[in-house]
């Protein structure tokens, strides 16, 4: 069955520090996949997708993401956090069959950022 | 800006009540979607529009129903509201990316309801 695994619920870190959100799939073929994210009573936002090429994808508010095809990898990262990127954060995977709408989402990782 | 409208951001209704959730976005997208959120289970998909009239079941729609009379308006119906429906409901758009499927998802605020 394709799935998203994010394997911690929760991530703690210092501001200034690097941080990092894990995500790995299991899909089929070669799936795109994209990370949100999600402050408190409020919907999700996309922050940054990969589709094909560079292998380290920049997005929104600083974060970027490695995709690692061998280890079927997408961890989110940013080289400094700040206390305001505490928030709920999901990787999503579309596989790419045509014809296919349907994006599967890994069960979200807390980030709390520590002033 | 994409915006993707959700009319009501709280709920809170009576078990079998009907309940209505509309959801309108404003930058002609193809595809709308309406996912439920539960705190361990992530998003999971009720029912996704790919086109006016045109509907797909998703992982979880039993108990659900949807209508898109209007490219822009997707409505999620719960035809009797039941208290294990109590959740946050979202609904989000995307744009049909000349066949690629690579759009990503714009997200309304959420509307959560809760059912007694």
């Known amino acids: 069955a394709q799935s998203v695994a994010q394997p911690e619920d929760q991530v703690n870190v210092a501001e200034g520090n690097p941080l990092t959100v894990k995500c790995t799939y299991s899909v089929s073929g070669n799936p795109y996949l994209f990370w949100y994210v999600q402050y408190p009573n409020r919907g999700l936002q996309f922050l940054l997708k990969?589709?094909?090429?560079?292998?380290l994808v920049k997005g929104s508010y600083g974060f970027e993401a490695e995709f690692n095809k061998s280890q079927t990898s997408f961890h989110l990262k940013k080289p400094s956090a700040l206390v305001s990127d505490s928030a709920l954060y999901f990787c999503?995977?579309?596989?790419?069959?045509?014809?296919?709408?349907?994006?599967?989402f890994g069960t979200g990782t807390r980030l709390k950022v520590l002033a | 800006d994409v915006k993707v409208t959700q009319s009501s951001r709280y709920l809170v209704k009576r078990t079998g009540e009907k309940v209505f959730l509309e959801c309108v976005q404003d930058m002609d997208h193809e595809n709308m979607f309406w996912y439920r959120q539960d705190p361990g289970l992530g998003l999971r998909l009720i029912y996704f529009?790919?086109?006016?009239?045109?509907?797909e079941k998703g992982d979880i729609p039993e108990g659900y129903s949807v209508s898109r009379e209007k490219k822009e308006r997707f409505s999620l119906i719960l035809e009797s509201a039941s208290t294990n429906q109590t959740s946050m409901y979202l609904c989000?758009?995307?744009?049909?990316?000349?066949?690629?499927?690579?759009?990503?998802?714009?997200f309304g605020e959420g509307s959560r309801l809760t059912v007694l």
């Open positions: 990969y589709i094909t090429g560079d292998n």
């Open positions: 989000a758009s995307s744009p049909e990316a000349a066949g690629t499927n690579t759009g990503e998802l714009f």
């Open positions: 999503a995977v579309r596989p790419p069959a045509s014809g296919t709408y349907k994006y599967i």
């Open positions: 529009s790919y086109d006016v009239k045109m509907k």
